[in-house]
């Protein structure tokens, strides 16, 4: 059912680094319950820490229905992503460092005509950090390839190249994240 598609956080280890995929429910009814999401997708993060100890680098990619635009366009639906990295900053402490958007503030979410009131915004997003002493990733370019028809989704796809070294060797790898 949607209510099952549309939430969810799945994570797999590449080498040393943790990829998270989250879907946050974007409807309405589920604004007063994004506090209570955003821990969740905290202690998500910090069992998969846990459960890797040789994990040293991780991205949060995905639609958090958090908005990057200045100002949001609509910040009673879409609250500012700084929440979603303020939460992690506060949950992972001092072993993890480094925390930050990488993805910029294109829109990446166009209004499909069911979506009455509903304005386009920058709510899908990649997150960074590293375990402390090491470089912070740093992102190389962030895009949005739109789907002005909403062909596939009414998100564009977002593509970031991340240096997951930030070093002066770069150790380029692309994100994309597709909403369906």
């Known amino acids: 059912t949607w209510e099952l598609c549309n939430r969810g956080v799945l994570w797999a280890r ?4 943790l990829v998270f995929g989250v879907h946050v429910p974007g409807m309405e009814a589920m604004i007063p319950a994004l506090p209570a999401l955003r821990l969740r997708i905290c202690e998500i993060v910090q069992g998969a820490l846990r ?3 040789e994990a040293v680098r991780a ?9 990057a635009a200045i ?5 009673e639906a879409c609250p500012p992503v700084s929440l979603v990295v303020q939460a992690l900053e506060h949950s992972l402490g001092p ?3 480094n925390l930050r958007l990488l ?5 990446t979410y166009w209004p499909l005509p069911s979506d009455a009131g509903a304005a386009p915004d920058a709510i899908d997003h990649t997150i960074s950090f590293t375990r402390a002493g090491l470089p912070p990733m740093v992102a190389i370019s962030s895009e949005v390839l739109p789907d002005a028809e909403c062909t596939l989704s009414d998100h564009g796809i977002l593509v970031v190249d991340v240096d997951t070294n930030g070093a ?4 380029r790898q692309r994100v ?4 369906l």
């Not at 590449?14 to 680094?17: L, P, S």
């Not at 100002?71 to 910040?75: A, E, G, L």
């Not at 002066?168 to 150790?171: C, G, K, L, Q, Y």
């Open 168 to 171: 002066a060797e770069v150790d």
């Open 14 to 17: 590449f080498g040393d680094v």
């Open 95 to 97: 072993t993890w460092a």
């Open 51 to 53: 459960a890797n100890p």
């Open 176 to 179: 994309l994240i597709m909403d």
């Open 103 to 107: 993805s910029g503030t294109e829109f």
């Open 59 to 67: 991205l949060i990619l995905g639609d958090l229905n958090h908005s």
């Open 71 to 75: 100002p949001p366009p609509m910040p």
